[in-house]
């Protein structure tokens, strides 16, 4: 079982940033791929960025690609995601996700963080 908890959400002007940070918990969080999802208001929620358990693989969406970064510590059992060149587009509901696979264009992780919200103000 693993629990996720998000934050560092936040209201900012587009052009700036943002760090988000997801600490798990289970002593499985480093055979785990973990990754950010997004949901928009009357959107379905999108991938965003997922990191392979050994780190040296990362994944983004084309949307966020150069400007958001996943990264991971082990020994915090926490990952991020640095948001830099923000967006309003890029308001949404972020979400931290686990699993012990990654499934490409299809993944779909077993576990998920309550979420976290990110506003972008134009």
């Known amino acids: 079982q693993v629990q996720l908890v998000e934050s560092g959400g936040g209201l900012v002007q587009a052009g700036g940033s943002l760090r988000l940070s997801c600490a798990a918990s289970g002593r499985t969080f480093r055979s785990y791929v973990m990754g950010w999802f997004r949901q928009a208001p009357g959107t379905e929620r999108e991938f965003v960025a997922a990191i392979h358990w050994s780190g040296y693989h990362t994944y983004y969406a084309d949307s966020v690609k150069g400007r958001f970064t996943i990264s991971k510590n082990n020994a915090k059992n926490t990952v991020y995601l640095q948001m830099n060149n923000l967006k309003p587009e890029d308001t949404a509901v972020y979400y931290c996700?686990?699993?012990?696979?990654?499934?490409?264009?299809?993944?779909?992780?077993?576990?998920w963080g309550q979420g976290t919200q990110v506003t972008v103000s134009s």
């Open positions: 996700a686990a699993d012990p696979n990654y499934g490409g264009s299809f993944w779909s992780p077993a576990y």
